[in-house]
Each structure stands twice: as structure tokens, then as C-alpha cells.
């Protein structure tokens, strides 16, 4: 069974970055790969982009593309999602899910991360 | 990429059987076996119920079915109960090489 386990709720300040945390556990860390998922309040789930733990490879939704950095320490088997320039709009539930493939469904998923980004 | 679309909301009473449709284009669920369903309890991660477009994980139960036609896929939960109230969202893999999400269904047990 995999568990993945995300990093504390965050309070961030217009303009700032956060970085989110994914620990994979249960020897499933290499060979797949590792979408961010968000959900805005009352809003449905928005696919942010991949990164595949092994290779580092990265793939973007077009949208996020310059904004939103998806890196992995492999010593630990963490993969991170760094957002930048935040505003009001970023305030939502930050999910990391796993996916056996890079176009399959969504096996697991951790528990979420509460940013919210208020002045 | 726009959203899938879902009916906002979906009621049954215990026992019935109730269908969530997910419309999306040829561009996505049209032209890929790659739809899957998830059940959403607020505050708890996401469950995957159905994966490419019927097929149900380990675990999940056979009262879960899943369906596709053209570019609408289907959802049907039969011998509905009281937990299954939640939010569902499907999902699709899209032609270009990302995942779209519908816009979510949140299903009352009357």
C-alpha cells in the first residue's frame, strides 16, 4: 500500500512563494510518476503538472508553465511543488497524486495542503 | 482545456441507482480510454473509484460502474448508500499530454 503524506497547512502574503512537500511511502517511489493536483473553494480539481521521481522529468499544464517548479529528493522520497508569485487566486486545497503511468489515473492520493495566500 | 462537464448535483434515495455524466470533447474523453472517477469526502483525500473508463480498483465496490459513449462518460452507482454521499469528479487524459478534470457532482442520499 502507498501513503502519501504532504507537508502543514501555509499563510502566505501576495507576491510570495510557497513550497509543498509529498512523501512517498511503501517502495512505489521510483517508478512512477507524481501530478499536483489543486481544488479552489467550491471549484473543481485543477491538474497543475507531473514529475517523474526517477528521471526528474517534468511536464506542465500550459497554464503553469514559468510559475510552478515540481522537483524530488530521491534520498527521501519526497517530491516538492513550488508556486511563485502568489495571489488571491492560488488560495486552494494542494493535493500530490500518484499515477503508474504519465497519462493513467490517479492511484493515490496524499492528504492535502491548505495554502492560503491573504494580505 | 476546458473542465468536463458534470451535473451539479445528483439525488437517490437508498437502494436506487443514479448515473454522474462527464461530457468532454474528442480532444479528451472522446478519443481516450483514460477516464477515470473519484469519490471526494471533504477534508479527505480523493478515492479512486473507476479507472480507464470501467474498471474498478481493488477494494471498491461492485455497486461502482462506469461507462463511456462518444465523448460523455458515465458513472452509475447502484444500491445506493448513505456512504456514498460525497463530491465525484471524473477525469480524463487530453490529446495534449495532460489531465483535465470535470467539474464535479455532488451526490445526496435522500
Known amino acids: 500500500q502507498v501513503q502519501l503524506v504532504q507537508s502543514g497547512a501555509e499563510v502566505k502574503k501576495p507576491g510570495a512563494s510557497v513550497k509543498v512537500s509529498c512523501k512517498a511511502s511503501?517502495?512505489?517511489?521510483?517508478?512512477?510518476?507524481m501530478s499536483w493536483v489543486r481544488q479552489a473553494p467550491g471549484q473543481g480539481p485543477e491538474w497543475m503538472g507531473w514529475i517523474n521521481p526517477n528521471s526528474g522529468g517534468t511536464n506542465y499544464a500550459q497554464k503553469f508553465q514559468g510559475w510552478v517548479v515540481m522537483t524530488r529528493d530521491t534520498t527521501i522520497s519526497t517530491v516538492y511543488m513550488e508556486l511563485s508569485r502568489l495571489t488571491s487566486d492560488d488560495t486552494a486545497v494542494y493535493y500530490c497524486?500518484?499515477?503508474?503511468?504519465?497519462?493513467?489515473?490517479?492511484?493515490?492520493w496524499g492528504q492535502g495542503t491548505l495554502v492560503i495566500v491573504s494580505s | 482545456q476546458s473542465a468536463l462537464t458534470q451535473p451539479a448535483s445528483v439525488s437517490g434515495s437508498p437502494g436506487q441507482s443514479i448515473t454522474i455524466s462527464c461530457t468532454g470533447t474528442s480532444g479528451d474523453v472522446g478519443d481516450y480510454n483514460y477516464v477515470s472517477w473519484y469519490q471526494h469526502h471533504p477534508g479527505k483525500a480523493p478515492k479512486l473509484m473507476i479507472y480507464?473508463?470501467?474498471k474498478r480498483p481493488s477494494g471498491v465496490s461492485n455497486r461502482f460502474s462506469g461507462s463511456k459513449s462518444a465523448n460523455t462518460a458515465s458513472l452509475t452507482i447502484s444500491g445506493l448508500q448513505a456512504e456514498d454521499e460525497a463530491d465525484y469528479y471524473c477525469s480524463s487524459y487530453t490529446s495534449g499530454s495532460t489531465y483535465v478534470f470535470g467539474t464535479g457532482t455532488k451526490v445526496t442520499v435522500l
Open positions: 511503501g517502495n512505489t517511489f521510483s517508478g512512477h510518476y
Open positions: 497524486a500518484l499515477s503508474y503511468a504519465p497519462h493513467t489515473s490517479f492511484d493515490y
Open positions: 480507464d473508463v470501467s
